[in-house]
């Protein structure tokens, strides 16, 4: 009798720890709108990895979650475009890293509106949504300070498969 209450025992304080360290490392995320089309589409899920960024710093033309700094309570997903330090712009239908326009080739449509140049900040990250004209991202209202990054998008799980992610040269 106390060798089975010692195996439910360490079957259920396992299961807490995987519980537990699966809530700590990753989670899920539901894409809501249409402002990641054609790379991810309304209802899609996600799983998100948030551990990552404590082991290096987010990059750009990584997918993140992130809760928006206009104070909204729901997640957004967006993609980085501009790092710390850097200056971005955006203009004749193209967007620039540091002078130089960059190759987006996963975008829906080229950007139809203008951005004055503008530096990032320190320890906050320019995001802009893969449907550039239909998006609510840092175009409208500003950076995302580095606090606010949940995750980067690791996975599809509904329906499966690998999230784009792009390596975006200057």
Request: charged letters at 20%; glycine letters at 8%; aromatic letters at 10%.
């Amino acid at each position: 009798m106390k060798s089975q209450f010692r195996q439910v025992l360490a079957v259920v304080l396992i299961a807490v720890g995987v519980f537990f360290l699966l809530r700590v490392t990753i989670q899920s995320f539901v894409v809501v709108g249409s402002s990641m089309e054609p790379n991810l589409e309304d209802g899609q899920r996600l799983l998100v990895n948030k551990v990552v960024y404590d082991l290096r710093e987010p990059q750009r033309g990584e997918v993140i979650v992130f809760q928006p700094p206009t104070g909204r309570s729901v997640d957004f997903i967006k993609r980085i475009i501009g790092l710390p330090g850097d200056t971005v712009e955006i203009k004749d239908g193209a967007v620039y890293i540091n002078d130089s326009a960059i190759d987006e080739p996963y975008v829906k449509a080229a950007p139809s509106y203008t951005m004055a140049k503008e530096k990032i900040p320190e320890g906050e990250y320019f995001v802009l949504g893969d449907n550039r004209n239909n998006s609510n991202d840092s175009h409208s209202w500003g950076e995302v300070p580095q606090q606010n990054i949940i995750g980067k998008a690791w996975v599809s799980i509904w329906p499966p498969g690998a999230i784009p992610h792009y390596d975006l040269q200057e």
